[in-house]
């Protein structure tokens, strides 16, 4: 299902973009909060009956997204849009774990001792393409469908303040978002669950000398699919009346 899922989305998009006009004067601003399942992979070790939760003591049992986002309605169907949009999102890791903070130095000297973290944080640009169906229109309130397909460019690094504090501009991943929303003259809420994720392996959390005993070829690769559980709830306000053809 995974490999059909972009193909059905293309089709979709092509279909709606050959048959409407183009705006550029309908803006929104929105801000989103996530919850997100812990990528805990890979830590079968130490052997105790907790395991690393028990040995690094982390308190937190699920991570965090904040993003805020300025969007324009690209096309405005009778009864669909196709918006487009330039955001930042922080991506908080709070699962206490062993982390590479030589990840991104340029020193070959660099001292790789063992050092924790339940505080690690990508910073994000996120270039966001969403989908919109309406189901139910009255007056001004309106039930609808949304789609949204998210790729993310890593900005920055920050894990226990001067450990590892790194400017890296680089291609992360993306991932798809259905959900539903409801918006009453210019507000606007939805909730979104992530079905689909593909981000580049992270270095920094993932890295060969933690493993050295378990053969792990996951780490062999550069993108991985892996997807957590995520739940993104977004509250918007539409700068321009919704209503202005």
Not at 130 to 148: F, P, T, V
Request: proline share 6%.
């Amino acid at each position: 299902m995974k490999k059909w899922l972009p193909i059905i989305i293309s089709t979709l998009l092509f279909y709606k973009i050959a048959n409407a006009q183009f705006n550029f004067n309908k803006f929104d601003i929105s801000i989103s909060y996530a919850d997100l399942e812990q990528d805990q992979r890979l830590f079968e070790f130490p052997q105790t009956p907790g395991g690393i939760l028990d040995v690094f003591g982390s308190s937190h049992s699920r991570d965090l997204e904040f993003s805020i986002l300025l969007r324009n309605k690209l096309i405005d169907g009778p009864n669909y849009g196709v918006l487009i949009g330039l955001g930042y999102n922080r991506n908080h890791h709070r699962f206490r774990r062993p982390y590479n903070h030589c990840a991104y130095q340029k020193d070959p000297f660099c001292s790789l001792i063992l050092l924790t973290t339940s505080n690690y944080k990508k910073h994000q640009l996120q270039v966001p393409l969403g989908l919109e169906q309406n189901l139910i229109s009255l007056g001004d309130a309106r039930l609808y469908l949304n789609l949204n397909i998210v790729p993310a460019f890593n900005l920055f690094y920050n894990a226990n303040g001067p450990h590892l504090s790194k400017l890296r501009f680089r291609f992360d991943g993306f991932e798809i978002n259905p959900g539903a929303g409801l918006s009453f003259k210019r507000f606007y809420f939805q909730v979104n669950y992530r079905v689909l994720n593909r981000r580049r392996i992270d270095p920094v959390i993932f890295f060969d000398v933690l493993f050295n005993q378990t053969p792990t070829p996951f780490l062999e690769q550069t993108f991985d699919d892996y997807n957590p559980e995520k739940l993104q709830f977004t509250l918007g306000y539409q700068i321009t009346d919704p209503k202005r053809k």
